[in-house]
């Protein structure tokens, strides 16, 4: 991450996103994230969030189940974007994901950028739960049933190669990678 050093938790709760997968998810979606809000869901340390904002995501949301991993978080947004020229905003919440997801982007505990449009919808979505958890399809669904995406929005979710989630039927895959025992894959909403 441009020679910027960031905290990991100590707890082995969290399963950091390696180097080399977030250099090629920074590379897939490019320029595309210039101007961009990045929801982060299961943020651990908030590494995939930190490459995001070098790369000019303007707004990120991170959701972080760990209070001592999520202050970890903040503090890490917060050294990226101070070396940053933009303003930015960067919000951390520690909850858990999906009673989280539930209450929908009109939470109360959300403080919402006003000069961007849509404020509320994220154009990429970033989920990445411990591997065998039971999320993925759920969080695809509340995504939608919520309102927190946009039509263009991508979800990545980031999972092992060996057992891929299922994709929910309001979603469609728009592209897979593979790096050894992780796997990426790109969702956009289905618009049939």
């Known amino acids: 991450m441009s ?10 709760k969290t399963r950091p996103t390696s180097s080399k997968v977030r250099e090629a998810l920074i590379n897939i979606l490019g320029n595309k994230l210039r101007g961009a809000s990045w929801l982060d869901l299961c943020s651990g340390s908030g590494a995939m969030a930190c490459e995001a904002l070098q790369k000019g995501v303007k707004r990120v949301l ?3 189940k760990q ?5 970890i978080c903040k503090k890490n947004l917060i050294d990226v974007s101070n070396t940053m020229d933009q ?20 939470n109360q505990k959300i403080q919402f950028v006003k000069d961007c449009q849509n404020p509320e919808k994220f154009d990429f979505v970033f989920l990445d739960p411990p591997y065998e958890s039971e999320v ?8 939608l ?3 927190w995406i946009k039509e263009s929005t991508t979800l990545i979710c980031e999972c092992s190669s060996k057992s891929m989630p299922r994709i929910h039927n309001g979603w469609k895959l728009n ?8 796997s990426l894959i790109f969702l956009i909403p289905n618009q049939a």
């Open 175 to 182: 592209k897979e990678k593979f790096y050894g025992s992780t």
């Open 62 to 64: 991170a959701i972080e």
């Open 67 to 71: 209070r001592e991993t999520a202050k």
């Open 145 to 147: 049933s919520k309102e």
């Open 87 to 106: 303003s930015i905003h960067i919000e951390v919440i520690c909850n858990e994901l999906i009673s989280f997801l539930k209450k929908g982007p009109k």
């Open 3 to 12: 020679g910027k050093r960031i905290e990991s938790p100590l707890s082995q």
């Open 136 to 143: 993925y399809e759920i969080t695809q669904e509340l995504l």
